[in-house]
């Protein structure tokens, strides 16, 4: 680390981190931390929840204390955290950052967050309980599959931009339309102003998949042995919490807790959560191979970041 951080120009720029799971973000992350006069705001669906560590990957207590993230550990998992909600949060803490002088870098996995931060988000109805519960229960009776098909008979556009095991996605396309009468298509062509203003500069930090996928073994392994499956133990005896809810469908969650059920055993739940989290890994891929202007980094580079971010001016 340099003796004397370094200096940022007055050009209101944004560092968006990104990269598939278990690409080492958090790590790089920490690493830009230690060159800039920075402020660390955390892109990630699952790292909102309280009480969801270890199967998160979250950021040790002893790193969180040293770097400080913003957007780690602010709801519990039985409460409702929408995308209006992150932006909202994100915002605020870019524009406390920059007024401190600070480089905000948001760093974290959930392409969908930096889309919308990006480009803005259309006018979307909001969920009700009524209509969750609705399209909760066709999907336990129906399958993601089949709500798929459905979806591409009423949303082709939509459909084809969902993989048919996306079934949080599925059910929310579906949701629109039985609220609005209108596709998700038709509504996302209407993007608000609800977006950035500051200048964002991209790093994508993408491995080849065969590390990908021996790192995010590896990983569920460790997590395994750190208490992965008490960690799920404690969340099921909140009675406020089922499988329907968008913090027990992250992956590992939602295998463990199958676990418990009783339909599979110990090995078929590892293989399953490593085999979901492999089919949100290319899920990821998939989105950031279509980012543009970024700088793309096979290996974990803080002096190739520095120069990019140099050549743009930060």
Known sequence: ??????????????????????????????????????????????????????????????????????????????????????????????????????????????????????????????STSESREHFNNLLNSKGSERLHQILLEIDPNSAARIHPNDSQRITRALEVHYLSGQTLSELQGHKSINKLSQSIKKIILMPDRQELHKRIEKRFIKMMNEGFLEEVKALRKNKKLNLDLPSMRCVGYRQAWKYFDGEFNKHEMIDKAIVATRQLCKRQCTWLRNENDALILEKSSINEVVNFLQKRGV
């Not at 370094?6 to 981190?17: A, E």
């Not at 909600?85 to 994100?90: D, E, G, N, P």
């Open 1 to 126: 680390m340099p003796s004397i951080l370094m200096r940022i120009s007055p050009n209101n720029s944004v560092v968006f981190l990104m990269g598939p799971t278990a690409s080492g973000k958090t790590e790089l992350a920490l690493e830009i931390y230690n060159h800039y006069k920075a402020s660390l705001i955390s892109v990630d669906s699952a790292l909102v929840y309280r009480g969801m560590d270890i199967g998160t990957a979250k950021p040790s207590t002893e790193v969180l204390e040293k770097y400080p993230h913003e957007l780690i550990n602010i709801c519990d998992p039985e409460e409702d955290f929408s995308v209006n909600k992150f932006i909202s949060l994100a915002k605020k803490h870019i524009d406390l950052a920059l007024a401190e002088n600070k480089l905000p870098i948001l760093v974290g996995g959930t392409s969908f967050y930096f889309h919308a931060l990006e480009h803005g988000l259309s006018e979307l109805p909001e």
